[in-house]
């Protein structure tokens, strides 16, 4: 089995029945900033078994599913296929969700915490009222998430607004709707906050807000407005 690297993806090169076939599969990306640098509102510590361990099991788990499902396929097994979509619905979501979750955060130095401006300021102000009310709407729907899950800010670029979801478990933005484009994406899994915060989920959410890197979100927007 060969492989080579391709922008943080492995293409795996296997033979099987149906001949040569390429799987491609993931690796963990770099963070763009230390652990520690999104201190104090997230810690060192969380940030570091977030990502080397949390995100690394998804994206383990992720390509072990894609190759039973490669293998799966290959061999013509309906049954195997069916029982396969449920682990790459949860894992393939969890390398998702967290490869947006890290570019939605930004130490202080670096901007992040720093308010919305441009087009997607002035879209959150239309939309919502004012930054304060749309971070009051965010940090009630995440608290009120019972379980584990997300909630997002999103381009609902159908319907030409800005939208807060909530998603459960893994589940990516998109299982909510096609045309929903992920701008902000808060892990509210208690792994991401029990270490520092405890149980007060609220604490956790209200100072997230001191590194959420509103550019990345800007950029997004930008690019995926109608």
Do not use: C
């Not at 490669?70 to 449920?86: H, N, P």
């Not at 800005?162 to 899994?189: C, F, H, R």
């Amino acid at each position: 089995m060969a492989f080579r690297i391709l922008a943080g993806a492995k293409i795996l090169a296997r033979s099987g029945v149906l001949g040569l076939r390429r799987i491609q599969t993931f690796s963990l990306p770099d963070l763009p900033y230390d652990y520690g640098a999104l201190e104090p509102a997230i810690s060192g510590e969380i940030m570091q078994i977030h990502h080397q361990k949390h995100h690394q099991t998804y994206i383990t788990n992720y390509n072990k599913a894609l190759e039973q499902l490669d293998s799966a396929i290959s061999y013509g097994d309906a049954s195997a296929t069916v029982k396969l979509q449920s682990a790459l619905k949860f894992n393939g979501g969890g390398h998702i969700n967290h490869s947006i979750f890290w570019k939605n955060l930004a130490p202080v130095r670096e901007g992040g915490g720093e308010p919305p401006k441009g087009s997607l300021g002035s879209f959150v102000d239309s939309n919502f009222g004012s930054l304060e009310a749309l971070v009051q709407k965010i940090n009630a729907e995440g608290a009120a998430l019972q379980g584990s899950g997300w909630v997002w800010l999103a381009l609902d670029k159908e319907l030409k607004r800005l939208v807060v979801e909530t998603t459960a478990n893994q589940d990516p933005l998109v299982t909510k709707g096609p045309s929903l484009v992920p701008l902000l994406g808060i892990d509210v899994w208690e792994h991401a906050y029990y270490l520092q915060y405890k149980n007060v989920k609220p604490d956790y959410l209200k100072n997230i807000w001191k590194v959420i890197n509103w550019k990345y979100a800007s950029e997004v927007y930008d690019k995926e407005s109608p």
